[in-house]
């Protein structure tokens, strides 16, 4: 671990002597100060006390303050501006990254699925996280279910009462109506009907080869505090919801976390599965899934690994592993 990072570690617990964290690091002085002033530059205003270093009242949406308590193995890269944080966790997974997340607080140049407009003004949570998971490409679906899941976690936590539409939208409202999103991921607002409104969305992209998974992207955009007119009229924001702003750093946090809680480790993924349907809002519903083999309508009655949706038809259950799929309001609709 870097210096600077021990130094945010070390600051969580309290005020902490320069000297004492130099002969715990085994590293000069100056090297600690060098560390503190990195932090500062970043905008983490550490503090000099009588006691030591101490940690601000506010850590900020920054790197340093997203990473400062982060209980996840995962490094920040974050920019005030940038075109697309998927396009930045590419490269970087492409040069051999691997647990790093790209957060910005504007995407200028975002796009959703089928190249789909991505509306990513300043005040959301635009988050792209690169990993290289130890898994074949049959299981990487798994990993966008798990970030629905986290998206939604951490939507709850905020105090909004979240759901997903099979596989990743993660929607506010309207769980007896009828909603109409992209099953594939796409932008916040892109999408989400009559029936709900679309807080969140996600876009997974990957790499492997037949046997493994080189790397993987989980690009994740939230409406965070975005102003409702910046937005399609069938999305909506946290901010809109809850009638004041989030903490975009502890939400960020907070999903990340999860994500790591689901889908850090191989041996943790039989979780994922579990977890999506709790905080499902399709199964049990009538849906249409337009696949490309054409429309697919029934009842959703459950998902099955890597997250194939499984339909009772008029004719027999069918499984869905892609499309767009719509909540209906009853057998006529």
Partial sequence: M???????????????????????????????????????????????????????????????????????????????RIASTNERARELAAEGADGIAVVADEQTGGRG??????????????LSLAIRPDVPP???????????????????????DAHIKWPNDVLVGGLGGETDG????????????????????????????????????????????IDPGALPADATSLQEVLGEPVDRRRFAATLLERFAALAGTSDRMDRILPAWRERASTLGRRVRVDTPNGPVTGTAVDVEPPGALVIETDDGTRRVHAGDCEHLRDAGD
């Fill in 113 to 126: 699925r089928l190249d789909r407009e991505w509306v990513a003004p300043s005040g959301g949570v635009w």
């Fill in 2 to 80: 870097d210096t600077r990072r021990a130094l945010l570690d070390a600051l969580v617990d309290g005020p902490v002597s320069g000297p004492a964290l130099a002969d715990d690091l085994g590293v000069s002085r100056a090297a600690v100060w060098k560390a503190v002033e990195s932090l500062r530059e970043e905008g983490f205003a550490v503090e000099s006390t009588s006691e030591g270093y101490a940690a601000p009242d506010d850590p900020g949406y920054s790197a340093a303050g997203l990473e400062f308590g982060l209980g996840a193995p995962y490094e920040i890269e974050y920019h005030d």
């Fill in 182 to 225: 992209d099953a594939d991921g796409d932008a916040p607002g892109a999408s989400g009907g009559r029936g709900g409104r679309k807080v969140a969305g996600i876009l997974t992209e990957m790499e492997g080869e037949a046997d493994r998974v080189s790397w993987l992207v989980a690009g994740i955009g939230v409406n965070a505090n």
């Fill in 138 to 160: 049959a299981r990487a679906p798994l990993f966008t279910l798990a970030a629905a899941v986290a998206t939604a976690d951490a939507c709850r936590e905020a105090g909004v």
